[in-house]
Every structure is written in structure tokens, then in C-alpha cells.
């Protein structure tokens, strides 16, 4: 670590660690730099929807951070194909769950529990999308992804806490749980409806469920994602006109990595954010904030 004491008698606040780099300001003057320090050894995590994507993106990122991570998904190859990657890295297992599935819910606790004998975050990724016009949407296709999208993160998270409660009450420490939510929480699109109204439900869940369980210290939050680069949005690399609409809207100029939002989870994970709860962090560019479209330079 480089200190630049600008202020005799300022305490270093930090050792070097592997991860994001940190630039500390007093009074506008640098004082020192050092490496944020995050770190998640020997903690256990669930992921679910974890098999590709911004799940798998987070998994990862939590298992070089020293994590023990559980990868739940219904997608049985992917979600072991997954599991062959991480374990190069770590400590990995795959754990079929249908997330509004009660019974699963119930499996994929006791065999997290049963592999590694404690739960201390939870990170609630799975979700599907239905794009359908409002008048033409089918009852079936919004009960399914309220069912998984919102539903879901509600069984997973009761089933998690009640044996983080536990842990708690036994002397251990307590735990965290992060939601997936979205942009479109706030905004939304005409023909993602269930998806929107999921997502918005979410922002609620997040501030309730970190109400209830902040007597026991176990904290609450969500991510909401812009536009990031998963095998969902991939295909506006061959669609010039795709890419510039959400270009247009981005003022950061450029799509999201999942890797960026893996770092946001590992932040909200670690003791680095002990005292954040009920909050929900936008990772988007820019969009939210904006109020006009940005010019998008040609060729880009």
C-alpha cells in the first residue's frame, strides 16, 4: 500500500488486499491509497440461477473472493458445466432448484447445509422474462414469472434466514442476502410486463425483508442491472440500431459486463458494507439519472 499523509497523525485504514483499487479524499487531497478490502473467506453462498449469466458472474467472483458457493439452477447441464469451472478456483457444488418450488427450496438448504454446514449469503439471481402486449399477455405467463422471479426470491430467503436466525441465536455471525432486481424497478417496458411488475415487487421485498431481519443483524439489499452483457442481450454486437438505442440512453457509452455486477454483490456481501441495509444499488450506466438521449459517436 502507497500512504500519502497530507494530515499528520491520519490512521491507515486498511491493508492491501487483492481486489478493487481504493483512492481515500480529505478535503479534496488525497491521503491515501490502498486496495478495498474485500474479502470472503470461508463464507458460504447459495447463487441461484447461477448456471450462465450475471449468476454465474457473481458465483465466480464470490469463489476468488474465498467463498464456498452453491450453484442452484433448474438447467442441469449448464449448472454442472459451471460447477467444472469454479471448482479450478474453489470450492463449488451444483444443486437443482426450482425456486418456486417450496420442497426445492427446502433440498437446496439442507444440501448446502449438509456440504458445508453454514449459509451466510444468499444471493436471489433466478429469473425468466416473458415479452408479450398487454392486451395479448397470458395469466399463465405472468403467474410463471411472478412465481419464479418474486415468489421465489420469498422462499429462498425466508428458508435462508430462518437458519440464519438460528446461527445468529447460537453465537455465530450473521448473514446477508442479496436480491437481483433491475432498472425496471423504476422504468418500464411496454411488452415486459410481468418481468417489470416482478421486479418492482422486489424493490418492496428488499426493504421489508431487511425491516424484519435487522434485529438479528442479517442484512438486506439488491442490485438493480442496466443493460449488461449476457447471452440475452448479445446479439446487438450484429445489430447496429439495437446497440445505438441503448447507447442512447446510456450515458457511460457502453453495455454493462456481468463482472461489474459480480462486484457490486461481492461489495454488498462483505463486512465492507456492515452497515447498508434495505438499499438497492444501480449498476446502469447512467440510465436511471437521465432525462434526454446521449449522441452516440458513429461507429460505435
Known amino acids: 500500500m502507497e500512504n500519502i499523509h497530507r494530515h499528520a497523525g491520519f490512521p491507515r485504514l486498511w491493508s492491501p488486499r487483492r481486489n478493487a483499487a481504493h483512492v481515500l479524499f480529505v478535503a479534496g487531497q488525497i491521503v491515501c491509497r490502498g486496495v478495498l478490502n474485500v474479502s470472503l473467506e470461508n463464507k458460504v453462498a447459495i447463487v441461484t440461477g447461477a448456471a450462465r449469466g450475471i449468476g454465474f458472474a457473481v458465483a465466480k467472483r464470490f469463489v476468488m473472493d474465498g467463498a464456498k458457493v452453491v450453484i442452484a439452477d ?11 469451472d469454479l471448482q479450478s478456483l474453489g470450492d463449488a457444488m451444483y444443486v437443482h432448484c426450482n425456486v418456486a418450488q417450496r420442497l426445492d427450496v427446502r433440498n437446496l438448504v439442507a444440501e448446502t447445509l449438509n456440504a458445508f454446514k453454514d449459509i451466510d449469503i444468499l444471493v436471489n439471481n433466478a429469473g425468466v422474462v416473458v415479452g408479450a402486449d398487454f ?38 455471525s450473521p448473514g446477508c442476502i442479496i436480491n437481483m432486481s433491475s432498472i425496471n424497478s423504476v422504468v418500464a417496458i411496454p411488452n415486459q410486463i410481468p418481468y417489470c411488475v416482478s421486479k418492482g415487487g422486489m424493490t418492496q421485498l428488499t426493504k421489508t425483508t431487511a425491516l424484519a431481519l435487522a434485529p438479528h443483524g442479517i442484512r438486506v439489499n439488491a442490485i438493480g442491472p442496466g443493460s449488461i452483457m449476457t447471452e440475452m442481450l448479445s446479439s446487438v454486437n ?63
Open 135 to 172: 392486451l395479448e399477455l397470458e395469466e399463465d405467463d405472468f403467474d410463471r414469472v411472478l412465481s419464479i422471479n418474486l415468489k421465489g426470491a420469498f422462499l429462498c430467503s425466508q428458508a435462508v434466514a430462518r437458519h440464519m436466525v438460528e446461527q445468529v441465536e447460537a453465537g455465530g
Open 74 to 84: 433448474v438447467d442441469d447441464q449448464a449448472g454442472e458445466e459451471a460447477v467444472k
Open 238 to 300: 450484429s445489430d447496429p440500431a439495437a446497440k445505438n438505442r441503448i447507447m442512447s440512453r446510456t450515458p457511460m457509452l457502453r453495455i454493462g459486463e456481468p463482472s461489474e455486477i459480480a462486484s457490486v454483490a461481492a461489495f454488498l456481501a462483505s463486512q465492507d458494507a456492515s452497515y447498508v441495509t434495505g438499499q438497492t444499488i444501480f449498476a446502469d450506466g447512467g440510465r436511471l439519472p437521465l432525462n434526454y438521449t446521449v449522441a452516440v459517436p458513429d461507429g460505435d
